[in-house]
């Protein structure tokens, strides 16, 4: 493909025909990580510790400053103690939240065969009641992987659907329960209070289950991802990020801008639109594509 | 934040310059960095960041400072005059083919906002007197022939929908056939969501558009969009020649760079902002409120504008 292929031009030529390491290097790098989605910011940060990184290593090879660079990066991502998505203690309930379309309810129905694959007993809440059709498109998911979906009709309140399900879970003595919740602007006051709300249920129903709250970023966003995890976070205290749309051309490097300055890491990844297009996130192959 | 401060900034890199001349090269020089990197977080793709500022360099230096005006608000006024003139200066609607139906074509990356945007634009044309039709034509999506459906009764505008076991292009081609017959004159066709890159899934946008020959091809971008904007872009149009953007989710707190970018790279106007998830979310797009939004300094530009 095109794009690609330009982009990795760029890196091969930037990496090789410079015959030293000077401040042009720097700007052209620079400006991979800028179309990437990285941010000014967090660019100047990287390009920082990539400078003292070299002087460290004693670089002098224009070669091995694209190694010293992956290196660098890897290192930002994976130095939180971030553990893997993994269900440890069961049960365990699962908020996905997140802007509009994004990709909350494909990341459930994903999510929900992943899980059941592993050996889990799963059900997931209909927890958005407002978006045209979002219950039906749910329950597809939920015939495609067997799981059953707690739900009420659209327009009844989410708490009380989570409510509902919860109690729904303990007698079916469920492993897993997920909920799925209405997309929405984190600068929308009275829609981040009704999440409150929800959140408010499950503490007081739900005590006993280990919590995860995933956000799902949409890869193809640029700097306002800093700004819905930044909010969520205040909102919910997210656990960790789900990363779609990464099988486009964009690279969803804002997420390095979130790691540099928010402490939550990247658990799971969307490659399309199957059930089977989720993976575990992985830095390593995550700093990879960023070149490629 | 770089934005919030970027006419802080600008007023301080000419803080030493107290006479009212022309604008130096150097001082044009380091504000215009300042603008840069406010145009970078606003999301404004890198080429057309770099082409914008040579263009507002050029322009600026020598340039004589307004009585009125300090140093730095002169730079953000030429600044702000380029963006406008960039975003497109006037108001661009949808044309209606003269004999109809008029065939309105969204498309766009998944999850953008298309089938919500039928909806909306079905409630204009509606009001308008139009008598519009929604046409089903993701047949790939879980329930999304269903969301059409709500949506269509919502603002009380007939959906057309056959399934999803036929082809989108017929569908397409049935429902103008349907049109005609029932007096529809304003066909607006639902397509699923798709990758720019996904080249089977363009090939059959490509191919409703050969059946039915829409008036206006609109891709439907979110505002939130990063510097893959472009690409995007550059795809929907170069494979369909879309004749227009439809904006959605302006009702974040987005300084929507891509609208520029994707204005820069096509030349397409932007006809409509999408603003809220209501149906009735939906407003005609100024191209200079854009533009001050992208620099985040609303009201700097009042100030300015008084002047
Ligand atoms: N290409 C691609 N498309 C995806 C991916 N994940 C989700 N989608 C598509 O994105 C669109 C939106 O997905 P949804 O799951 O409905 O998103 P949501 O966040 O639940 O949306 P709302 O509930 O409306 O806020 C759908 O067309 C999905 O098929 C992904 O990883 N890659
Ligand atoms: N806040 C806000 N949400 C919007 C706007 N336009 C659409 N949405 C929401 O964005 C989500 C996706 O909208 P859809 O209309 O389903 O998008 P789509 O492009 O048809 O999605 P696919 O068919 O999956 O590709 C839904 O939750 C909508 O309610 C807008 O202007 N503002
Ligand atoms: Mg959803
Ligand atoms: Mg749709």
New interface residues.
């Given amino acids: 493909d095109k794009t690609r292929k330009g982009i990795t031009d760029k890196i091969d030529d930037l990496f090789n025909s410079y015959g030293e390491i000077d401040d042009k290097l720097f700007d052209e790098l620079e400006e991979i990580l800028i179309t990437a989605d990285v941010g000014m910011q967090t660019t100047m940060t990287l390009i920082d510790l990539l400078k003292a990184e070299l002087k460290v290593r004693k670089v002098k090879d224009v070669h091995e400053v694209k190694t010293v660079f992956k290196d660098v990066v890897e290192k930002m991502l994976t130095e939180k103690d971030n553990k893997p998505f993994s269900i440890e203690k069961t049960p365990t309930i699962i908020m996905v939240i997140g802007v509009n379309g994004v990709g909350k309810t494909t990341s459930i129905g994903k999510i929900a065969q992943k899980l059941k694959d592993d050996g889990n007993r799963v059900m997931i809440a209909a927890g958005d009641t407002f978006r045209a059709a979002a219950i039906e498109q749910l329950k597809v998911w939920g015939d495609r992987t067997g799981v059953p979906v707690v739900h009420q009709s659209e327009g009844s309140d989410p708490a009380a659907v989570v409510f509902d399900a919860i109690q729904s879970a303990k007698a079916r003595k469920v492993d897993v329960l997920i909920c799925d919740t209405a997309g929405r602007l984190h600068n929308k006051v009275n829609l981040m209070n009704e999440l409150a709300k929800v959140f408010r249920v499950i503490e007081r129903e739900y005590p006993e289950a280990e919590k995860e709250v995933l956000l799902v970023l949409d890869a193809t966003t640029g700097q306002n991802a800093i700004q819905q995890a930044k909010v969520f976070n205040e909102a919910a205290q997210i656990t960790g990020i789900v990363l779609t749309k990464l099988d486009g051309t964009a690279k969803g490097g804002v997420v390095l801008a979130i790691d540099s300055e928010l402490d939550i890491p990247v658990k799971l990844i969307g490659v399309g639109e199957k059930v089977e297009d989720l993976q575990l996130f992985d830095a390593h192959d995550f700093v990879e594509a960023l070149f490629n | 934040m770089?934005f919030e401060s970027l006419a802080e900034k600008l007023q301080g890199a000419f803080s030493q310059l107290r006479g009212k001349g022309k604008l130096s090269e150097k001082d044009v020089k380091v504000a215009m960095r300042e603008v840069k990197?406010a145009l970078?977080?606003?999301?404004v793709?890198?080429k057309v960041v770099k082409d914008f500022i040579n263009k507002v360099t050029e322009r600026a230096i020598g340039e004589s400072v307004l009585q009125s005006l300090t140093p730095g608000q002169q730079v953000i006024k030429i600044v702000n005059e380029e963006l406008t003139a960039l975003m497109g200066t006037e108001q661009v609607k949808i044309e209606f083919a003269s004999s109809p139906p008029t065939i309105l074509m969204m498309a766009g990356?998944?999850?953008?906002?298309k089938?919500?945007t039928c909806g909306k634009l079905g409630h204009i044309l509606k009001k308008n007197g139009k008598r519009p039709l929604l046409v089903a034509c993701d047949i790939?999506?879980?329930?999304?022939i269903?969301?059409l459906?709500?949506?269509g009764e919502?603002v009380d505008v007939p959906v057309f929908t056959m399934g999803d076991q036929v082809s989108p292009v017929e569908i397409a081609k049935s429902a103008v056939a349907h049109a005609i017959k029932y007096n529809n004159d304003v066909v607006i066709l639902d397509t699923a969501g798709r990758?720019?890159?996904d080249e089977a899934l363009m090939e059959e946008l490509k191919k409703i558009k050969e059946a039915v020959n829409p008036k206006e091809i609109l891709l439907v971008l979110?505002a939130?969009?990063?510097?893959?904007?472009v690409?995007?872009a550059e795809h929907f149009n170069s494979q369909l020649e879309i004749n227009g953007v439809i904006l959605s989710?302006l009702?974040?707190?987005?300084?929507g760079?891509?609208a520029l970018s994707v204005r820069a790279v096509t030349g397409k106007p932007i006809k409509y902002a999408c603003v809220g998830?209501k149906l009735t979310d939906i407003e005609e797009f100024f191209p200079d409120r854009m533009a001050s939004r992208i620099l985040g300094m609303g009201d700097v530009l009042s100030l300015i504008e008084k002047a």
């Fill in positions: 770089v990197l970078l977080e606003a999301d793709n890198f990356l998944q999850g953008a906002g089938t919500t790939y999506r879980p329930a999304a269903k969301q459906q709500v949506v919502k990758l720019h890159i979110d939130m969009t990063g510097q893959d904007a690409n995007v989710k009702d974040g707190d987005t300084r760079g891509a998830e």
